[in-house]
């Protein structure tokens, strides 16, 4: 089977995790991108493509819940995985309240989860779509606030920077190709089953 990992924080205990259920993953040179084992191939696009490498080529990924979200990929989402444990939130070196936010500048690269999230307030924000160290955006002025990650919350304190208000818990999810659902059915299923075998163990 082919499998989408992550690279970055998701991707030792996605890899511990494959290697427990059986999947050889024999990776020896962190830079290439792409591994093949005798039954398997094993491919490391960076987090926000997963959903796109398993909707147009991986049969199985690894992905944040919240890259499954702001993609809308079209792929199905079997399994709530055990790591990868954090939250999204509003984040600012200002202590706003939500509603101080209105037609003020949100720095994110979660533009379409912090679309939906404040619309549904009813509160307009001018979103501004960043790839990274999203906590320049504040301490720069270029944003008043930004959506992003939290996980230990020890960016947060380095910066000076306020959780203003939690907008969902992540965790990591496993997602399979629609198409390999099928063409693929008994694979899959046991691979599912062995990797729900293993999370139990933990
Ligand atoms: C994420 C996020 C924060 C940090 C939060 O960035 O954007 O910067 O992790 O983690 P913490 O609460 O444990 O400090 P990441 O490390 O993925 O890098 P990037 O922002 O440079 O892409």
Do not use: H
């Given at each position: 089977m082919k499998f989408a990992i992550p690279r970055g924080r998701l991707m030792e205990c996605s890899i511990n995790l494959l290697n427990k259920a059986g999947?050889?993953?024999?990776?020896?040179?962190?830079?290439?991108?792409v591994f093949y084992s005798d039954k398997d191939i094993i491919m490391f696009p960076k987090p926000m493509d997963i959903p796109a490498y398993v909707e147009h080529n991986a049969d199985i990924g690894i992905c944040g819940s919240d890259v499954l979200l702001e993609n809308k990929n079209y792929v199905f989402s079997p399994l709530k995985l055990n790591f990868g444990k954090c939250r999204l939130s509003i984040i600012s070196n200002k202590k706003y309240k939500?509603?101080?936010?209105?037609?003020l500048k949100i720095a994110t690269r979660h533009p379409e989860i912090t679309y939906n999230y404040f619309r549904k307030l009813g509160i307009n924000v001018n979103i501004i779509k960043l790839n990274?160290?999203?906590?320049l955006a504040p301490l720069t002025g270029i944003a008043d606030a930004i959506v992003d990650i939290i996980e230990t919350g020890e960016t947060l304190r380095k910066n000076n920077?306020?959780?203003?208000?939690?907008i969902m818990d992540i965790s990591a999810v496993l997602i399979v190709n629609r198409i390999s659902m099928k063409t693929k059915y008994n694979e899959i299923n046991n691979f599912i089953d062995n990797i729900k075998g293993v999370l139990y163990e933990y």
């Open positions: 999947i050889n993953t024999n990776i020896n040179d962190e830079r290439k991108l939500i509603r101080d936010l209105y037609d990274g160290s999203l906590e920077l306020i959780e203003i208000k939690k």
